[in-house]
Every structure is written in C-alpha cells, then in structure tokens.
T-cell receptor, first 110, second 117 residues
C-alpha cells in the first residue's frame, strides 16, 4: 500500500494562509491524492482531491508536485473553525477504499 | 441532502457483551463503509459494501465482528463478544458509484463511540 507522511501537528494564526504538506514518495501513477479533515467529535469531511494538476475549490487549494511525490493543501485564510485533523490519503484503483494515516492536527490561534 | 445517519451516538458495555451499530447512508449511495477509529489514530477500514454485496472485509476481525447490508440500504455492524480493545469510534461512510470510483468522495456519519469496560 502506498503510504503518506504528514507532520503530527502545525500551528497557524487566524486569517493567515496555511500550507499543510504531505509526502507520498511511493505513489503509483493512477493514485489520486485526497484530503479529508476531521473536526472534534465529528466524522471526516471531504476537502479536495487531485491527480496531477493543481486543484481549487471553495474550501481549499491542492498543489501537487510535478513528480507527484508530494502535495500541499492550502487554506487561504485560516479561521478558528479550520482547527481539525487533516488527512492526506491516496485513493486506490480498486475503488473508494481509503486508508487513513495519523494526519496533521492543525491548531489555529486567534 | 440528509447526511449519513448513525445510532446510537454513544454506547457503554462490559467486555464479553454484544453490541450493534446502525447506519443509514445518503439516499442513492450504493457504496457503504464501516471504519474503526481508535483514539489518537486515523480511521481504519473494516468492511466495504457495494449495494448488498461485500467488496472487501479483509480487515474485519471475523471471529467477533459481523456486518450486513440487507436490501442494499441500511447496514448494521455487530460485535460479539466485545473486548476492551474494541473501545473506539465506529464510523459509517457512503459514496456514489461512478465509473471513476476513486473520484467519488466519502460522506461520513458522526460515528458511534463505544466504550468497553
């Protein structure tokens, strides 16, 4: 199974951009890169996903390295509600099965 | 759109007792998943259903865990008998079926927190 590596925790100031890194050096050519986040006492929530090109949606942007061995989730202006655990996951060919690692706990300071 | 519904929200049982969790996925979602999330860890997939058929249950401890999805809609996950190490949050998720399956995001419920004493 292709694995991802993320920092255990990060801190950010409110209203500043946040860059959450993820390394996935063993990614296969057809693996999508997914990001989910989990707020306290809730189930994970889909954030964004991509294959090769950078992606933007209303929640965040995803920057994917040219060799696809790393990616960065960008929150353009962090709010207190963005405090959560962020998971970077590789999507397998065989369907939607996603294996979650430990994720990055993002703390946002007012 | 209504989200994934799970019940109960909390459950406390003694070891060796039985427990069941219920999940109602988003209407029209053919794929349903059960995950186990131990405190401080990421969710771990237990079983995946496509309609009422099992796609993958390789990580389900079949000596004590069972799951079913009758009629391809609701699902139940059962533990019998429970062990202390089963204390965790049990998450249900669902997703649409699409030609590019890995493009279809998962929608999670808020889970059932199980404490085994």
């Amino acid at each position: 199974d292709a694995k991802t590596t993320q920092p255990n925790s990060m801190e950010s100031n409110e209203e500043e951009p946040v860059h959450l890194p993820c390394n996935h050096s063993t990614i296969s050519g057809t693996d999508y890169i997914h990001w989910y986040r989990q707020l306290p006492s809730q189930g994970p929530e889909y954030v964004i996903h991509g294959l090769t090109s950078n992606v933007n949606n209303r929640m965040a942007s995803l920057a994917i390295a040219e060799d696809r061995k790393s990616s960065t989730l960008i929150l353009h202006r962090a709010t207190l509600r963005d405090a959560a655990v962020y998971y970077c996951i590789l999507g397998y060919n065989a369907g939607n099965m996603l294996t979650f690692g430990g994720g990055t706990r993002l703390m946002v300071k007012p | 759109e209504a989200g994934v519904a799970q019940s109960p929200r909390y459950k406390i049982i003694e070891k060796r007792q039985s427990v069941a969790f219920w999940c109602n996925p988003i209407s029209g979602h053919a794929t349903l998943y059960w995950y186990q999330q131990i405190l401080g860890q990421g969710p771990k997939l237990l079983i995946q259903f496509q309609n009422n058929g099992v796609v993958d249950d390789s990580q389900l401890p079949k000596d004590r865990f069972s799951a079913e999805r009758l009629k391809g809609v609701d699902s139940t996950l059962k533990i019998q008998p429970a062990k202390l190490e089963d204390s965790a949050v049990y998450l249900c998720a669902s997703s649409l079926v699409s030609l590019e399956l890995y493009n279809s995001p998962l929608h999670f419920g808020n889970g059932t927190r199980l404490t085994v004493t």
